[in-house]
């Protein structure tokens, strides 16, 4: 984006991906692990001291990345995180539970 006539003193921008808020300033890092692969918008929002929107510029990117794997293992790590938090009487009771349903198929 450029900006016409350059930014002044309590001018702010702004940077959303998919329409949430990423990054207050001129530059943004968004890693794609926990992006579905397809279309996605990236929108920068320049606004002046009193909230007033002085220019805004909306792009469409295409995210090819598969990344359906590196989320499967990020959730069943965030599972076993949960489960070594129980307590031990709590492992035990999810361990029975898990039993009672191996008996029953």
Known sequence: MQIKPALQVGDSARIYFDDKEVAQGLSASIATVDVLPGTHTIKAIIQ??????LEQITRTVYVIQNTTTLQDNKRKAAQLLAYQKLAWYQKLMLKLRQQEVAQSQ
């Open 48 to 53: 002046s001291e009193t909230g007033q929107t």
